[in-house]
Protein backbone atom coordinates (compact mmCIF):
# COMPACT_ATOMS: atom_id res chain seq x y z
CA UNK A 1 0.00 0.00 0.00
CA UNK A 2 1.74 3.85 -0.98
CA UNK A 3 1.89 6.36 1.52
CA UNK A 4 -1.24 7.51 2.23
CA UNK A 5 -1.48 11.92 1.87
CA UNK A 6 -2.36 13.84 5.24
CA UNK A 7 -4.56 16.96 5.31
CA UNK A 8 -1.99 19.07 5.07
CA UNK A 9 -0.70 16.96 2.06
CA UNK A 10 -3.53 17.78 -0.11
CA UNK A 11 -3.46 21.87 0.99
CA UNK A 12 -0.24 21.76 -0.30
CA UNK A 13 -1.27 19.94 -3.43
CA UNK A 14 -4.08 22.12 -3.78
CA UNK A 15 -1.81 25.01 -4.16
CA UNK A 16 0.77 23.61 -6.15
CA UNK A 17 -2.36 22.00 -8.79
CA UNK A 18 -3.55 25.23 -9.07
CA UNK A 19 -0.64 26.77 -10.36
CA UNK A 20 0.31 23.74 -12.68
CA UNK A 21 -3.74 24.73 -13.87
CA UNK A 22 -3.06 28.01 -14.20
CA UNK A 23 0.59 27.76 -16.17
CA UNK A 24 -1.17 25.04 -18.75
CA UNK A 25 -3.92 27.74 -19.60
CA UNK A 26 -1.59 30.33 -19.99
CA UNK A 27 0.11 27.80 -22.58
CA UNK A 28 -2.97 27.26 -23.75
CA UNK A 29 -3.66 31.09 -24.68
CA UNK A 30 -0.01 31.03 -26.98
CA UNK A 31 -0.98 28.05 -28.95
CA UNK A 32 -1.92 29.53 -32.74
CA UNK A 33 0.04 28.63 -36.22
CA UNK A 34 3.65 29.86 -36.72
CA UNK A 35 4.29 29.88 -32.95
CA UNK A 36 7.60 27.37 -31.61
CA UNK A 37 7.42 24.72 -29.37
CA UNK A 38 10.52 26.61 -27.75
CA UNK A 39 8.01 30.28 -27.49
CA UNK A 40 5.71 27.70 -25.63
CA UNK A 41 8.84 26.33 -23.56
CA UNK A 42 9.82 29.76 -22.58
CA UNK A 43 6.29 30.85 -21.44
CA UNK A 44 5.98 27.96 -19.28
CA UNK A 45 9.24 28.94 -17.46
CA UNK A 46 8.94 31.94 -16.79
CA UNK A 47 5.34 31.95 -15.83
CA UNK A 48 6.45 28.89 -12.66
CA UNK A 49 9.50 31.07 -11.95
CA UNK A 50 7.41 34.13 -11.31
CA UNK A 51 5.36 32.48 -9.45
CA UNK A 52 8.03 31.46 -7.07
CA UNK A 53 7.88 27.23 -8.19
CA UNK A 54 10.08 25.35 -10.63
CA UNK A 55 9.49 23.64 -13.91
CA UNK A 56 9.86 19.74 -12.76
CA UNK A 57 10.44 18.45 -15.99
CA UNK A 58 13.59 20.33 -16.33
CA UNK A 59 17.35 18.58 -15.60
CA UNK A 60 14.56 15.45 -14.32
CA UNK A 61 16.73 12.20 -14.93
CA UNK A 62 18.45 14.44 -18.06
CA UNK A 63 15.17 16.10 -19.84
CA UNK A 64 16.45 19.48 -21.66
CA UNK A 65 13.30 21.78 -21.11
CA UNK A 66 10.65 23.13 -18.81
CA UNK A 67 7.56 21.90 -20.63
CA UNK A 68 6.54 18.69 -23.05
CA UNK A 69 5.39 19.75 -26.12
CA UNK A 70 3.77 16.86 -28.24
CA UNK A 71 2.78 17.06 -31.97
CA UNK A 72 0.46 15.10 -33.68
CA UNK A 73 2.23 11.74 -33.70
CA UNK A 74 3.97 12.30 -30.77
CA UNK A 75 2.41 10.53 -27.80
CA UNK A 76 4.27 11.99 -25.03
CA UNK A 77 7.95 13.99 -24.02
CA UNK A 78 8.25 15.61 -27.28
CA UNK A 79 10.97 17.82 -26.27
CA UNK A 80 10.37 21.96 -27.28
CA UNK A 81 12.70 23.18 -30.18
CA UNK A 82 13.03 26.85 -32.43
CA UNK A 83 12.62 24.61 -35.27
CA UNK A 84 9.32 22.83 -34.44
CA UNK A 85 6.78 25.57 -35.66
CA UNK A 86 2.98 24.60 -34.96
CA UNK A 87 0.70 24.73 -38.29
CA UNK A 88 -2.48 24.81 -39.00
CA UNK A 89 -4.39 21.64 -38.71
CA UNK A 90 -1.75 20.27 -35.95
CA UNK A 91 -2.77 19.09 -32.33
CA UNK A 92 -0.82 19.38 -29.74
CA UNK A 93 -0.34 17.87 -26.14
CA UNK A 94 1.49 20.54 -23.46
CA UNK A 95 2.19 18.48 -20.63
CA UNK A 96 2.65 20.90 -17.34
CA UNK A 97 4.02 20.37 -13.96
CA UNK A 98 5.70 22.37 -11.25
CA UNK A 99 7.15 21.98 -7.78
CA UNK A 100 5.96 24.36 -5.13
CA UNK A 101 7.06 24.47 -1.71
CA UNK A 102 8.31 20.63 -2.09
CA UNK A 103 5.18 19.35 -3.76
CA UNK A 104 3.82 18.57 -7.34
CA UNK A 105 1.28 19.15 -9.63
CA UNK A 106 0.71 17.72 -12.66
CA UNK A 107 -1.76 17.86 -15.76
CA UNK A 108 -1.90 18.22 -19.27
CA UNK A 109 -4.06 18.90 -22.22
CA UNK A 110 -3.90 18.79 -26.22
CA UNK A 111 -4.95 22.09 -28.41
CA UNK A 112 -5.94 22.44 -31.53
CA UNK A 113 -3.77 24.48 -33.93
CA UNK A 114 -5.84 26.66 -35.68
CA UNK A 115 -9.72 25.27 -36.84
CA UNK A 116 -9.01 23.07 -39.87
CA UNK A 117 -8.04 20.23 -37.91
CA UNK A 118 -8.77 16.65 -39.60
CA UNK A 119 -11.62 14.64 -38.32
CA UNK A 120 -8.96 11.86 -37.13
CA UNK A 121 -7.72 14.50 -34.83
CA UNK A 122 -10.66 15.65 -33.42
CA UNK A 123 -11.93 12.33 -32.91
CA UNK A 124 -8.87 11.25 -30.90
CA UNK A 125 -8.78 14.61 -28.94
CA UNK A 126 -12.11 13.72 -28.17
CA UNK A 127 -12.03 10.35 -27.24
CA UNK A 128 -8.50 10.81 -24.85
CA UNK A 129 -10.72 13.89 -23.05
CA UNK A 130 -14.06 11.54 -22.41
CA UNK A 131 -11.64 9.37 -21.34
CA UNK A 132 -10.05 10.98 -18.48
CA UNK A 133 -13.33 12.19 -17.30
CA UNK A 134 -14.47 8.54 -17.24
CA UNK A 135 -11.50 7.40 -15.60
CA UNK A 136 -12.07 10.08 -12.62
CA UNK A 137 -15.95 8.25 -12.14
CA UNK A 138 -13.94 4.82 -11.74
CA UNK A 139 -11.28 6.30 -9.40
CA UNK A 140 -13.38 6.54 -5.97
CA UNK A 141 -12.85 5.15 -2.58
CA UNK A 142 -13.31 0.89 -2.69
CA UNK A 143 -12.92 0.36 -5.89
CA UNK A 144 -9.61 -0.67 -7.74
CA UNK A 145 -7.29 0.56 -9.69
CA UNK A 146 -8.15 -1.73 -12.37
CA UNK A 147 -11.66 -0.14 -12.88
CA UNK A 148 -9.87 3.27 -13.98
CA UNK A 149 -7.99 1.17 -16.24
CA UNK A 150 -11.27 -0.71 -17.75
CA UNK A 151 -13.40 2.70 -17.45
CA UNK A 152 -10.65 4.23 -20.24
CA UNK A 153 -9.86 1.17 -21.90
CA UNK A 154 -13.21 -0.01 -22.82
CA UNK A 155 -14.60 3.55 -23.67
CA UNK A 156 -11.63 4.24 -26.02
CA UNK A 157 -11.34 0.89 -27.96
CA UNK A 158 -15.06 0.83 -28.42
CA UNK A 159 -14.57 4.25 -30.18
CA UNK A 160 -11.89 2.29 -32.18
CA UNK A 161 -8.79 4.11 -30.75
CA UNK A 162 -5.69 2.55 -28.80
CA UNK A 163 -4.92 2.70 -25.63
CA UNK A 164 -0.76 3.17 -25.17
CA UNK A 165 0.38 0.62 -22.88
CA UNK A 166 3.76 2.02 -21.87
CA UNK A 167 3.19 4.73 -19.87
CA UNK A 168 0.53 5.04 -16.64
CA UNK A 169 -0.57 7.25 -14.36
CA UNK A 170 1.09 7.65 -10.77
CA UNK A 171 1.23 8.69 -7.07
CA UNK A 172 3.04 12.02 -6.63
CA UNK A 173 3.35 14.39 -4.06
CA UNK A 174 6.54 15.46 -2.54
CA UNK A 175 8.46 13.24 -5.43
CA UNK A 176 7.17 14.02 -8.74
CA UNK A 177 6.51 9.71 -9.96
CA UNK A 178 6.16 7.63 -6.53
CA UNK A 179 7.08 4.01 -7.52
CA UNK A 180 5.00 2.21 -5.38
CA UNK A 181 1.04 3.65 -7.14
CA UNK A 182 1.08 3.31 -10.76
CA UNK A 183 -2.23 3.59 -12.47
CA UNK A 184 -2.62 2.07 -15.93
CA UNK A 185 -4.88 3.29 -18.20
CA UNK A 186 -6.18 -0.13 -19.29
CA UNK A 187 -6.81 -3.54 -16.85
CA UNK A 188 -10.01 -5.15 -16.02
CA UNK A 189 -12.51 -4.78 -13.51
CA UNK A 190 -12.05 -5.65 -9.92
CA UNK A 191 -8.28 -6.19 -10.21
CA UNK A 192 -5.58 -4.19 -9.15
CA UNK A 193 -4.81 -1.73 -6.16
CA UNK A 194 -7.82 -0.95 -3.95
CA UNK A 195 -8.20 2.95 -3.94
CA UNK A 196 -8.67 4.43 -0.51
CA UNK A 197 -9.04 8.00 0.84
CA UNK A 198 -5.53 9.40 1.03
CA UNK A 199 -4.49 8.91 -2.09
CA UNK A 200 -3.24 11.01 -4.79
CA UNK A 201 -2.46 10.13 -8.35
CA UNK A 202 -2.36 11.26 -11.64
CA UNK A 203 -4.64 10.01 -14.53
CA UNK A 204 -3.36 11.05 -17.85
CA UNK A 205 -4.51 8.49 -21.03
CA UNK A 206 -2.32 8.56 -23.99
CA UNK A 207 -5.01 7.63 -27.10
CA UNK A 208 -3.76 6.66 -30.29
CA UNK A 209 -6.13 7.09 -33.32
CA UNK A 210 -4.71 4.49 -34.56
CA UNK A 211 -2.38 1.34 -33.42
CA UNK A 212 -1.64 1.50 -29.33
CA UNK A 213 1.95 0.79 -29.74
CA UNK A 214 4.85 2.89 -29.24
CA UNK A 215 8.25 3.56 -30.75
CA UNK A 216 10.91 5.65 -29.32
CA UNK A 217 13.01 8.24 -30.72
CA UNK A 218 17.09 8.49 -30.63
CA UNK A 219 17.08 11.24 -28.09
CA UNK A 220 15.40 9.06 -25.47
CA UNK A 221 12.54 10.83 -24.63
CA UNK A 222 10.28 11.20 -28.19
CA UNK A 223 7.92 8.62 -27.73
CA UNK A 224 6.00 8.57 -31.51
CA UNK A 225 2.69 6.26 -32.68
CA UNK A 226 3.89 2.94 -34.57
CA UNK A 227 1.48 3.96 -37.68
CA UNK A 228 2.12 7.98 -37.71
CA UNK A 229 -1.73 8.27 -36.40
CA UNK A 230 -1.89 10.77 -34.37
CA UNK A 231 -2.51 10.73 -30.42
CA UNK A 232 -3.82 12.71 -27.95
CA UNK A 233 -3.39 12.88 -24.03
CA UNK A 234 -5.35 14.98 -21.34
CA UNK A 235 -4.42 14.48 -17.43
CA UNK A 236 -5.60 15.81 -14.02
CA UNK A 237 -4.20 15.33 -10.48
CA UNK A 238 -6.76 13.85 -8.44
CA UNK A 239 -6.76 13.39 -4.53
CA UNK A 240 -9.56 10.51 -3.23
CA UNK A 241 -10.63 12.57 -0.15
CA UNK A 242 -14.35 11.77 1.85
CA UNK A 243 -17.06 10.52 -0.19
CA UNK A 244 -15.70 12.06 -3.44
CA UNK A 245 -12.79 12.96 -5.54
CA UNK A 246 -10.93 16.65 -6.04
CA UNK A 247 -9.83 17.47 -8.97
CA UNK A 248 -6.47 19.38 -7.78
CA UNK A 249 -5.36 20.42 -10.99
CA UNK A 250 -9.01 21.97 -12.73
CA UNK A 251 -9.85 25.29 -12.80
CA UNK A 252 -13.54 26.37 -12.48
CA UNK A 253 -15.90 25.05 -15.07
CA UNK A 254 -13.50 23.18 -16.25
CA UNK A 255 -14.53 20.79 -18.73
CA UNK A 256 -13.50 17.44 -17.59
CA UNK A 257 -14.74 18.13 -14.30
CA UNK A 258 -17.85 18.91 -15.17
CA UNK A 259 -18.03 16.19 -17.15
CA UNK A 260 -16.92 13.36 -14.52
CA UNK A 261 -19.75 15.26 -12.30
CA UNK A 262 -22.18 14.87 -15.12
CA UNK A 263 -21.02 11.10 -15.19
CA UNK A 264 -21.81 10.62 -11.69
CA UNK A 265 -18.58 11.50 -9.97
CA UNK A 266 -18.67 13.21 -6.78
CA UNK A 267 -16.62 16.20 -7.40
CA UNK A 268 -15.38 17.68 -4.43
CA UNK A 269 -13.08 20.36 -6.05
CA UNK A 270 -12.99 22.84 -7.50
CA UNK A 271 -16.31 24.19 -6.43
CA UNK A 272 -18.16 23.56 -10.30
CA UNK A 273 -20.75 25.92 -11.76
CA UNK A 274 -24.22 24.40 -12.56
Known sequence: MPKLKSQEDVLKMREAGRLAALTLRHAGEM???????????????????????????????????????????????????????????????????????????????TFYVGNHISEESKKVTEVAEESLARGIVAAKHGNRLGDVGWAIQGYAEKEGCGVVRDFVGHGIGKVFHEPDLQVPHYGRSGTGLKIVRGMIFTIEPM????DWRMKMMKDGWTAKTVDGKPSAQFEHTIAIVGDGVEILTALEDDPIALRAKKLGANILWPALKA
Request: with cysteine; glycine share 10%; charged share 20%.
Open 207 to 210: INAG
Open 31 to 109: IKPGISTEEVNRAVHDYIVSHGAYPSPLNYKGYPKSVCTSVNDVICHGIPSEKELLKEGDIVNVDVTVTLDGYFGDCSR
